[in-house]
């Protein structure tokens, strides 16, 4: 009796792969496919295995394996998942009537919020996005919300974290006040607070090297050099990286010279900065389209024409900076620096890429192979390719043509080998 078992066994093993295995794997038609690596495939097939691609390549050349689940979007061109580069998913408003989000933030309390932010993540998915990189938190929210999302507790892109960014002293003296979990001032504070954000848990850090943010478009550099240099120094000899926030051209020059690896927001960078950034491979996220958002949704904030009009002239400023990146280089990655009601928006800064003079294909890269290389995940994310995770979205239209397709015209997406977002016909929306 147990010979025949054996043998029994033996036999199923024999003949290919065990039945689970064969039912893990997915066979994705699309009618064409950018791999994000210079390649274009027609009537193209994409074969997953659990949460890896395994093969990928014209109908023609790729067998599909017997018992494979096979989704037809022969209607639509597949792209890597999205990444953006620039996000707090934290940052929750509810809407409730006589508020305003920037007044509400941390009003919620960190479990209601948590929850909340689920809305946000959701969001996020449905626009391609499959990565994200939260550049900012407080109360340990985005570490949260990170693990949440990696036990499948939460349907959302994958986040890296940053959790309190640092920045410096902007508060009067007071007696019994204790400084909250980001504030440092001085090479050894600065030093102290990096190394407690990477205990704690954080992928990056992130540094506040300028005044500049909600309706503030000022861009006076707040850390010393010295400072942003500790800084760095902490993050790489972790084996992590930096970045810095700085919406004026002083602190993205110290920021370069100090070694951070992305520089957030910056107008008017020198071009011996550019230079140098171009050189080092450091990246530059721009997020012209943030503040683009503000003006639109300047009702939801409350902003009179006083701010609108400096945020206009913030964006005009923003855009002849990244058209002078292009021009010189620089790396650049598309981050949204999505906020409250800004997820679900997070690709229209695609748009303003190929304005500045990028092709379609050149604006798909800063989302794809860049982002990808800026997370040190360039062998995992950012492109359709065997062993790479699979992360694809289906759009309809023709990205490399135009950038539009993949703005608005998102219909389905896979992270890690799960559909988590169908607007097809081929079933509702939701994982699977």
């Known amino acids: ?137 407080f109360d340990n929210m985005d570490f949260a919300l990170r693990e949440l999302i990696n036990r499948g507790a939460v349907v959302g892109p994958r986040m890296f974290v940053a959790g309190n960014g640092l920045h410096i002293s902007s508060s009067p003296y007071k007696v019994g006040a204790i400084p909250d979990a980001g504030q440092c001032d001085g090479v050894e504070a600065v030093q102290r607070v990096a190394r407690q954000q990477i205990a704690a848990g954080a992928d990056w850090i992130k540094m506040y090297g300028s005044t500049g943010s909600d309706k503030d478009v000022t861009g006076f550099q707040t850390f010393t050099y010295a400072e942003m240099r500790a800084a760095a120094d902490v993050a790489h000899f972790a084996g992590k990286r930096i970045a810095i926030h700085s919406y004026g051209p002083d602190g993205a020059r110290d920021a370069v010279r100090a070694g951070t690896n992305t520089v957030e927001h910056a107008i008017d960078i020198d071009d011996a900065t550019l230079a140098a950034m171009a050189k080092k491979g450091i990246v530059y996220v721009p997020t012209v389209e943030h503040n683009r958002y503000y003006i639109a949704h300047r009702a939801e ?75 040190g995940q360039e062998k995992n994310l950012g492109a359709i390719a065997p062993g790479y995770l699979a992360d694809l979205v289906a759009v309809e239209g023709d990205p490399l043509r135009d950038i539009n397709a993949v703005i608005d015209h998102v219909k389905w997406v896979m992270k890690a080998g799960k559909v988590g977002v169908d607007k097809t016909q081929n079933g509702p929306p939701g994982p699977r």
């Open 1 to 137: 009796m147990r010979k025949s078992c054996f043998l029994l066994l033996l036999a199923l093993f024999s003949v290919g792969p065990p039945l689970v295995l064969r039912a893990q794997v997915k066979a994705l038609r699309f009618g064409q496919v950018v791999d994000g690596r210079g390649h274009v495939f027609t009537d193209a097939v994409v074969l997953v295995r659990a949460d890896r691609i395994v093969a990928v390549g014209a109908a023609k050349d790729v067998a599909i394996p017997a018992g494979a689940e096979t989704i037809d979007l022969t209607a639509y061109t597949a792209i890597p998942g999205l990444i953006d580069a620039h996000t707090h998913m934290s940052f929750y408003w509810d809407r409730a009537p006589g508020t305003t989000p920037w007044a509400q933030l941390g009003t919620l309390g960190p479990a209601v919020t948590v929850f909340l932010a689920q809305e946000n993540a959701r969001k996020a998915l449905e626009t391609g996005v499959t990565t994200v990189r939260d550049l900012g938190s």
């Open 301 to 375: 904030f409350g902003y009179d024409t006083a701010v609108v009009r400096a945020l206009n002239g913030y964006v005009a400023q923003n855009f002849a900076t990244l058209k002078r990146a292009v021009k010189a280089r620089v790396k650049i990655a598309m981050g949204s620096d999505a906020v409250f009601t800004g997820f679900g928006e997070n690709t229209r800064e695609l748009a303003w890429f190929v304005k500045a003079g990028m092709t379609p294909a050149q604006a798909l890269q800063t989302a794809t192979t860049t982002g990808a290389e800026m997370l």
